[in-house]
C-alpha cells in the first residue's frame, strides 16, 4: 500500500552576525538594538556590556573638571590637583584650558602652573599710595633733561642735548648731533615713572593701561600717558613706557590716585592652538588671542609676530562654542562657523562658514576624536573633519537634546545629553571607526576629562568616574562590579513578505564566570515581556540559547542580565505558511 506524500513547508535561515548598535527609530534594523543600556561596540561585530567603571572621589559641590599633567577639579572654592589642595578659587562652574604646562581657569582668570603648584592671577593692578615720579628717559630707563623746548631751533646748543619742538603740528623731540650740527629726531621717546613696588607685579613688555595721572598736576603731555602701553623695562621700583614729556615731576597721592592695570577680557569659551590661548564672550563679538606663549597678555601690540590679536565679526547671534580641529581654530554659534586661518596677526584670517554650530548650552559637548571633531548642535551630534560638519545622530532618535558634555578616548565620543520625550539623562558611546552608536546608562556628567588614555567624568552627584578600561594607568578608587544591561530589538519579522512564521531563533552567546542572561519576548507590541529562556551563572563558557516564539505577527526580543555575557549571532528559522 502506497503512503500519501507529506508536504513540508519551506524554511529558510536568517543569521546575524554583525551587531550594529543602538537605533532609536522606525528604521531599526535586524541587527541593531531599539532600547538598551550599558553595551559596547569593544567586541564587535559581537555585542557585548561595557566594562565596569572605576569611581576616584566624591565631591562635595562640583565646580570642574581638568586633566594637565595630572587630575585637577574644584570642589566648592577648592582647587585641587592630583588629590592634593592647591588654592582657594570662587564657588562658581569652570572653564578650563590648557597652555604647555599651564591651566587657565576661567571666569576668575587664574593660572595655575603644575610644574610648580602655584596659583596666580592673570591680570596684576598697582595703585599708588604715595608720590610717583615722571621723567624723560630712555629705552634702558637712563634719565635725561630736556634742555630746550620751542618752535624756534636752540642756539649754541651742545652734543646730545635735547630740544622738544613744537613747530609743527605735532611735538617732536630731537637730540643735537655736533659732527653734524644737525638735530636729529628721536624715534620713539620714554618715560620713567618711578613709585615703590609699581614694577613688582609686571614683567618686561608687559600691555598694561594708566589711568589717574592728572593734566594740572603733571602737564598735558604726561596725561596723555593715561592709556594702553608696553612696558619696555622695569625694576621692583620703577616701569619705563613710550611717552612724551618735557620735563619730570610728581603726583601725590592727595593729588590723586595713579592705577597700572594688566588688563584680562572677559571670556566664556576657551580653546589653545598653535602657543596661543583663543577666547570668545557669550554675547560678544570680538574674537581674542593672546600673545604668543603668554596667556598673561590680551592687549599687546608691539608689531612683532607674537604680538596679541583681536578682530571683531559681523555674524549674528551669540557665541556657543570654541574649539581646535587639524591645526585651526574653530569658533561656534549656533547657525555659523568662524574658523581661523593664518601663523601669525599679521596674515591672521577669519572666514565664516554658515552651518550648523554648536547648540547654546553645549559648549562642552565638543571633543576631538582622532583628527574629528564632535559636538552637539541644535539638530543633534554632528562630526567636523576639516569640512563642512555632518549629522551622526540620526539613530538616536528624532527628540533632539537640550543640554551635553562630551569626552572622547580610544576612538570613541562619549555622549552625556538630556532630551528626548521625558527630559531624561542618557549617557552614549559613538565608535568613530564603526559609525555605531550605543546606550550606557542615565549618566549626567558636568565634566569630561581625559588624562593619558583614560577618559573621565565627573557626574551632577560629585562623583568622579573613570570610564572602563581593562589596562587602566589610574590607581585607587572602588570597582563598580558587575554591569547590568539589557537590549531590546526592534520588530521582527514585520518587514518579511508573505506569510511565514518563526518556529525557531538561537543566540550563540558566550559567558563569563559569574554571569547571567535572561532572554523574553514580546509579541505583536503588546507591552508584556514573556521570558523565554535563562543562561544561570557558572564557569566561563559558550551556549546556544533556542527559543520557540508562538506564532504572531511580529516579535520583538529582549536579552539582559548581569556581567560579561556576549552575543556572538542571533539565527531566525523561517517557515512559509498558510493565508490562515
Not at 569593544?42 to 581638568?66: F, I, K, N, T, V
Not at 581661523?340 to 550648523?356: E, F, I, L, M, R
Not at 572602588?478 to 525557531?504: D, N
Request: aromatic share 10%.
Amino acid at each position: 500500500m502506497k503512503l500519501p506524500a507529506l508536504y513540508t513547508l519551506p524554511r529558510s535561515q536568517v543569521v546575524i552576525r554583525s551587531f550594529g548598535g543602538y537605533n532609536h527609530t522606525t528604521a531599526c534594523e535586524e541587527g541593531e538594538y531599539f532600547n538598551g543600556e550599558n553595551l559596547s561596540a569593544r567586541s564587535w561585530p559581537a555585542l557585548c556590556p561595557r566594562l565596569p567603571r572605576r569611581r576616584l572621589a566624591q565631591l562635595q559641590q562640583p565646580h570642574g573638571l581638568y586633566a594637565k599633567n595630572g587630575l585637577i577639579w574644584v570642589d566648592g572654592d577648592t582647587l585641587y590637583y592630583k588629590g592634593m589642595p592647591m588654592g582657594t578659587v570662587q564657588d562658581n562652574d569652570k572653564t578650563f584650558c590648557g597652555i604647555g604646562a599651564k591651566v587657565l581657569i576661567w571666569p576668575d582668570k587664574l593660572c595655575f602652573d603644575t610644574t610648580d603648584g602655584t596659583l596666580r592671577p592673570l591680570g596684576a593692578q598697582w595703585t599708588s599710595a604715595q608720590a610717583v615720579r615722571f621723567a624723560p628717559a630712555r629705552i634702558d630707563s637712563t634719565e635725561y633733561t630736556v634742555r630746550f623746548a620751542g618752535p624756534d631751533e636752540p642756539e649754541a646748543p651742545e652734543n646730545g642735548d635735547y630740544w622738544l619742538d613744537t613747530s609743527g603740528e605735532a611735538d617732536v623731540l630731537r637730540v643735537y648731533a655736533a659732527a653734524s650740527a644737525s638735530w636729529a629726531a628721536v624715534s620713539t621717546p620714554y618715560v620713567r615713572i618711578e613709585a615703590a613696588g609699581i614694577g613688582k607685579g609686571f614683567a618686561k613688555y608687559d600691555a598694561v593701561t594708566l589711568s589717574g595721572i592728572r593734566a594740572d598736576v603733571l602737564g598735558q603731555r604726561a596725561a596723555a600717558l593715561n592709556t594702553d602701553c608696553v612696558i619696555w623695562d622695569k625694576g621692583e621700583d620703577f616701569i619705563t613706557v613710550t611717552g612724551l614729556i618735557d620735563k619730570g615731576g610728581e603726583q601725590t597721592a592727595e593729588q590723586g590716585v595713579i592705577t597700572v592695570e594688566r588688563c584680562i577680557p572677559d571670556l566664556d569659551f576657551l580653546t589653545e592652538c598653535d602657543n596661543r590661548v583663543w577666547g570668545v564672550a557669550r554675547g560678544g563679538h570680538e574674537i581674542h588671542a593672546c600673545k604668543l606663549g603668554d596667556p598673561t597678555n590680551w592687549y599687546c601690540y608691539m608689531g612683532t609676530a607674537a604680538d596679541s590679536y583681536t578682530v571683531s565679526v559681523g555674524s549674528d547671534g551669540d557665541f556657543t562654542g570654541a574649539a581646535t580641529c587639524m591645526g585651526y581654530v574653530l569658533l561656534f554659534k549656533e547657525n555659523t562657523l568662524h574658523r581661523v586661518y593664518g601663523s601669525k596677526p599679521a596674515n591672521y584670517q577669519v572666514v565664516t562658514v554658515p552651518c550648523q554650530g554648536v547648540k547654546a548650552g553645549c559648549e562642552k559637548s565638543l571633543a576631538n576624536v582622532d583628527s574629528t571633531l564632535c559636538y552637539y548642535s541644535p539638530d543633534g551630534p554632528m562630526a567636523c573633519d576639516g569640512g563642512l560638519p555632518e549629522a551622526i545622530g540620526r539613530a538616536l532618535g528624532a527628540s533632539p537634546g537640550r543640554l551635553a558634555a562630551a569626552g572622547a578616548a580610544h576612538g570613541c565620543y562619549y555622549l552625556s545629553m538630556k532630551g528626548g520625550r521625558r527630559e531624561e539623562w542618557s549617557l552614549f558611546c559613538y565608535d568613530m571607526t564603526r559609525g555605531i552608536w550605543h546606550r550606557e546608562d542615565g549618566v549626567h556628567a558636568l565634566y569630561f576629562a581625559a588624562d593619558g588614555s583614560e577618559l573621565l567624568f565627573l557626574n551632577a552627584e560629585g562623583e568622579i568616574w573613570v570610564v572602563g578600561s581593562e589596562t587602566s594607568a589610574l590607581r585607587g578608587g572602588a570597582g563598580e562590579g558587575l554591569v547590568s544591561w539589557y537590549a531590546e530589538t526592534g520588530k521582527l519579522g514585520l518587514r518579511e513578505p508573505g506569510h511565514q512564521f518563526v518556529p525557531r531563533v538561537e543566540l550563540r552567546l558566550e559567558a563569563a564566570a559569574g554571569a547571567t542572561a535572561q532572554i523574553s519576548v514580546q509579541y505583536d507590541s503588546t507591552g508584556r515581556w514573556v521570558p523565554a529562556a535563562v543562561l544561570p551563572a557558572g564557569p566561563r563558557r559558550s551556549a546556544t540559547v533556542p527559543l520557540s516564539p508562538r506564532r504572531c505577527e511580529q516579535f520583538r526580543l529582549r536579552i539582559e542580565g548581569r556581567g560579561q555575557v556576549t552575543l556572538h549571532a542571533l539565527t531566525r528559522t523561517y517557515v512559509k505558511g498558510s493565508e490562515l
